[in-house]
Nanobody, 117 residues
Framework: VQLVESGGGSVQAGGSLRLSCVAS????????MAWLRQVPGKPREMVAR???????AYSDSVKGRFTISKGNAKNTLFLQMSSLKPDDTAMYYC?????????????WGRGTQVTVS
């Protein structure tokens, strides 16, 4: 399975972005999927995850502003980000887990940079 993220970019505070992740070679229906973000020098943070049953969870830092979802194509994952803040600036990674609920990272995409000014 190869994961490819897109949709990152530069945006002003208060703006929105929609990140996409496409999985080649497999569907995402049986795996828990997550978006993690990384800022150099800071701990990696899971901002959102969606289990195979569709239930979603968010970090407190993004709750109410970000929405994770799977696409109808079954091999796509999205992260709708609204009311962006400078603290949201990070590299965002699409990650699969090894089961239908989060059990640690399995595969990673290369990431997409989000910069909020």
């Amino acid at each position: 399975v190869q994961l490819v993220e897109s949709g990152g970019g530069s945006v002003q505070a208060g703006g929105s972005l929609r990140l996409s992740c496409v999985a080649s070679g497999n569907t995402l229906t049986s795996s828990c999927m997550a978006w993690l973000r990384q800022v150099p020098g800071k701990p990696r943070e899971m901002v959102a995850r969606i289990d195979s049953d569709g239930s979603a969870a968010y970090s407190d830092s993004v709750k109410g502003r970000f929405t994770i979802s799977k696409g109808n194509a079954k091999n796509t994952l999205f992260l709708q980000m609204s009311s962006l803040k400078p603290d949201d600036t990070a590299m965002y990674y699409c990650v699969t887990s090894i089961s239908g609920t989060w059990a640690g990272p399995n595969r990673w995409g290369r990431g997409t940079q989000v910069t909020v000014s």
